[in-house]
């Protein structure tokens, strides 16, 4: 059975840098084709890509937050990180990450974590 | 303003048929593979269609996609409460000023 689940801090002071973990099991990101990315979605708004990281250790970016992001994975604790700077009160969402399988950029999202909510706030 | 342009929202009564469209471009859905999700309230999404129009394993026939041109298409028939929730396109972007994994701005559907 596959299955993510984010973690982090619920709550980041303006400027802060956040850092999330997204902890999987089921699958390897050492596997060809095996990808995950990071997804936000603020309160009563539509999602938002933020960025990928697959098995070949190739990294994308949302091209609007691409100076923000960093992601990286760990593979023998079965984790990807991702890295949010300068955090803002508009950065307050759910943030989800979500398996893709096939090793291109257009892959589904098969699997998703169930998502933690970050807010923003001084 | 998201790059894929959904409805708002669209409605219809129980057992009918509703459709959910997705407008983009050539840079995305023109040359790339189209998903839809559902978000049930207070849930995570969950994959519907990949690849324009195949399901995954425990989606029922009820729910279809596809594709032409730059345009996609999610179709919902034999409507029931359960499907109330809202519902997203997804694909990637290719164009260096959206270039990226891309969402649509959700469609929530009522049945009446």
């Known amino acids: 059975q596959v299955t993510l689940r984010e973690s982090g801090p619920a709550l980041v002071k303006p400027t802060q840098t956040l850092t999330l973990t997204c902890t999987f099991s089921?699958?390897?990101?050492?596997?060809?084709?095996?990808?995950v990315s990071w997804i936000r979605q603020p309160p009563g708004k539509a999602l938002e890509w933020l960025a990928l990281?697959?098995?070949?250790?190739?990294?994308y970016y949302s091209t609007s937050l691409k100076t923000r992001l960093t992601i990286s994975k760990d593979t023998s604790k079965n984790q990807v990180v991702l890295t949010m700077t300068n955090m803002d009160p508009v950065d307050t969402a759910t943030y989800y990450c979500?398996?893709?399988?096939?090793?291109?950029?257009?892959?589904?999202?098969?699997?998703w974590g169930q998502g933690t909510m970050v807010t923003v706030s001084s | 303003q998201s790059v894929l342009t959904q409805p708002p929202s669209v409605s219809a009564a129980p057992g009918q048929k509703v459709t959910i469209s997705c407008s983009g471009s050539?840079?995305?859905?023109?040359?790339?593979?189209v998903s839809w999700y559902q978000q049930l309230p207070g849930t995570a999404p969950k994959l519907l269609i990949y690849?324009?129009?195949k399901r995954p394993s425990g989606i029922p026939d009820r729910f279809s996609g596809s594709k032409s041109g730059t345009s996609a298409t999610l179709g919902i028939t034999g409507l029931q409460t359960g499907d109330e929730a809202d519902y997203y396109c997804?694909?990637?972007?290719?164009?260096?000023?959206?270039?990226?994994?891309?969402f649509g701005g959700g469609t929530k559907l009522t049945v009446l």
């Open positions: 979500a398996r893709a399988v096939g090793g291109l950029p257009d892959d589904a999202f098969d699997i």
């Open positions: 089921g699958f390897s990101l050492s596997t060809s084709g095996m990808c």
């Open positions: 990281i697959d098995w070949d250790d190739d990294k």
């Open positions: 050539s840079s995305n859905i023109g040359n790339n593979y």
């Open positions: 690849e324009n129009n």
């Open positions: 997804g694909t990637w972007d290719s164009s260096l000023s959206a270039g990226g994994g891309v």
